[in-house]
C-alpha cells in the first residue's frame, strides 16, 4: 500500500538539552527543537496484520490538520514549526474514520463488551496513552507519560490500512441512519477535532450555564467545532473572530450568531457592546497567536461585567503570551491549557450528539486523493479560506 510519510533529520538545536522522556535520534516531546529539514515522501509499505487486541481498518477518510502543516514547515535554521511529540519517519494522518477489515481475538470494543465486527465504521483516538503511568492512573489520559500519538509518533492513517489497539476505537455506526455512509465516515473523521473542541470548552473549560456567552478567537477546524458544541451546550451569543470571509461563513453554519472581521474592528469593543457590557463566561484562544490576540481578551476581562471568565489556550504555539496578572487578579479570571481529546467520555458524548443532529460536516472546505497531500500541506501554510481538506480517495 502507498503510504504518506514525514522525514526529517534528527538535529538539536545547540542550547537544547534532550528531556527525561526524549530517546536520541528517534522521539522528543519538542519537536522544534530537534527536527530539522522535513521531508514527504511517498512510500510502498505493507500491509499491517492486526495483533490480538488490535483491529485492522481500511481509512474511508482523514483530515489534514495544522499539526500535519507544521511538522512539514521549518523555521530559517530548518527547524519544523510543530513544538509537540514526534518520532520520525512516520506516516502522517490521525484524524480519520474507516471500515473494520480484520479483529484480533481480543479486541473488545469498550461500549458493548463485544468483538468489534467486520464491516463495523470507526474512528478512534489519535492519543495512544498506557492506562499505568500516574495521570493516567488519576484520568488524564491526555498527559500520559508513556504517550505515543498517531500520525506524530507511531504510523497514521495516511495510507489505506492502519492497525488501531481496540482500547482506543469507538464505533460510528449510531450515525449510519442519519447520515449515510458517505457521510458517516466524514463526520468520523471530524470527532478528533471536535472532541479537542469540547475537551477544551467542557473539561479544561468548565462548561458553561445555557445563556451565557462565549468568545472564539480563530475560526480553523477547532474553533468552528467550538462554535457548534457550544451552540448546542446553550450558549446565548456565540462571537467568532476570524479574518477569512470563508471561514467567518463556514463558522455561520456551526453556530456562531456573530462573526468579527479583526482586521475591520475593534474586537474587543465588538464583544462588549454584542453583550451590552458584560462579557463571556469562556474565551477560547484557537487562534495560535496570543500576541496578536492578547490585548482583545484583556480587554474584555477588564471592561466586562463578568466575573470568573476562563480564557482556554487550545492553539499550539512557541511565543509567549504576553500576560498582566492584575487583570486576572481583579476580575477573578482563570487562563487554563487544553491538549488533546481522551477521556471523561468525550469522543462518545461527541458522538452521541452528532447522532442526535450536531452536523459539522461543513467544517469540511476540500476533499483529495493521496497524491494531493504534500502539494496542499504546503498551500494551507498561507491560505486561511481552507478549513478542514479531507482525504477521501485512497487509490
Known amino acids: 500500500m502507498r503510504a504518506v510519510c514525514l522525514n526529517a533529520e534528527w538535529d538539536p538545536r545547540p542550547d537544547f538539552k534532550l528531556g527525561s522522556k526524549d530517546v536520541e535520534g528517534k522521539l522528543t516531546y519538542l519537536g522544534s527543537q530537534v527536527w530539522r529539514n522535513p521531508r514527504i515522501e511517498i512510500i510502498e509499505k505493507e500491509n499491517p496484520t492486526p495483533g490480538p487486541e488490535e483491529v485492522l481498518i481500511k481509512a474511508r477518510a482523514c483530515g489534514i490538520c495544522g499539526s500535519d502543516v507544521h511538522m512539514l514547515q521549518s523555521d530559517s535554521d530548518g527547524y519544523i514549526f510543530y513544538p509537540g511529540l514526534t518520532a520520525f519517519p512516520a506516516t502522517l494522518g490521525h484524524e480519520f474514520s474507516g471500515e473494520v477489515v480484520g479483529v484480533g481475538e481480543g479486541a473488545i470494543n469498550r461500549r458493548t463488551g463485544r468483538q468489534f465486527e467486520i464491516g463495523e465504521a470507526v474512528c478512534a483516538e489519535e492519543m495512544f496513552w498506557c492506562g499505568q503511568c500516574k495521570p493516567c492512573a488519576d484520568g488524564y489520559p491526555n498527559h500520559c507519560e508513556r504517550l505515543e500519538e498517531l500520525g506524530f509518533s507511531v504510523d497514521g492513517t495516511l495510507a489505506a490500512y492502519v492497525t488501531v489497539s481496540a482500547r482506543y476505537l469507538w464505533s460510528l455506526e449510531a450515525l449510519r441512519e442519519l447520515y449515510g455512509e458517505d457521510k458517516m465516515y466524514e463526520l468520523g473523521s471530524l470527532v478528533e477535532p471536535t472532541s479537542v473542541a469540547y475537551n477544551a470548552v467542557h473539561e479544561r473549560g468548565g462548561g458553561i450555564r445555557p445563556g451565557e456567552n462565549v468568545v472564539i478567537l480563530g475560526g480553523g477546524p477547532i474553533g468552528a467545532a467550538a462554535c457548534a458544541v457550544l451552540k448546542r451546550s446553550g450558549a446565548a451569543a456565540v462571537i467568532l473572530s476570524e479574518p477569512s470571509k470563508p471561514r467567518r461563513e463556514m463558522a455561520t453554519e456551526m453556530g456562531a450568531t456573530h462573526v468579527l472581521n479583526p482586521m475591520e474592528v475593534d474586537v474587543a469593543e465588538a464583544v462588549l457592546d454584542i453583550t451590552q457590557g458584560v462579557g463571556a463566561k469562556i474565551i477560547l484562544e484557537a487562534s495560535g ?89 504546503v498551500m494551507l501554510r498561507t491560505d486561511r479560506d481552507e478549513a478542514k481538506i479531507t482525504i477521501t480517495d485512497y487509490d
Open 289 to 377: 497567536v496570543p500576541s496578536v490576540v492578547w490585548p482583545d481578551i484583556e480587554k474584555i476581562i477588564w471592561e466586562g461585567k463578568a466575573l470568573n471568565t476562563t480564557v482556554v489556550v487550545v492553539a499550539r504555539a512557541d511565543e509567549k503570551i504576553p500576560f498582566t496578572g492584575e487583570v486576572f487578579q481583579v476580575r477573578r479570571a482563570s487562563i487554563v491549557g487544553a491538549q488533546g481529546h481522551s477521556g471523561h467520555g468525550t469522543y462518545p458524548n461527541v458522538i452521541n450528539t452528532m447522532a442526535t443532529g450536531m452536523d459539522v460536516s461543513p467544517i469540511i472546505t476540500k476533499r483529495i486523493g493521496l497524491d494531493e497531500v504534500e502539494e496542499n500541506l
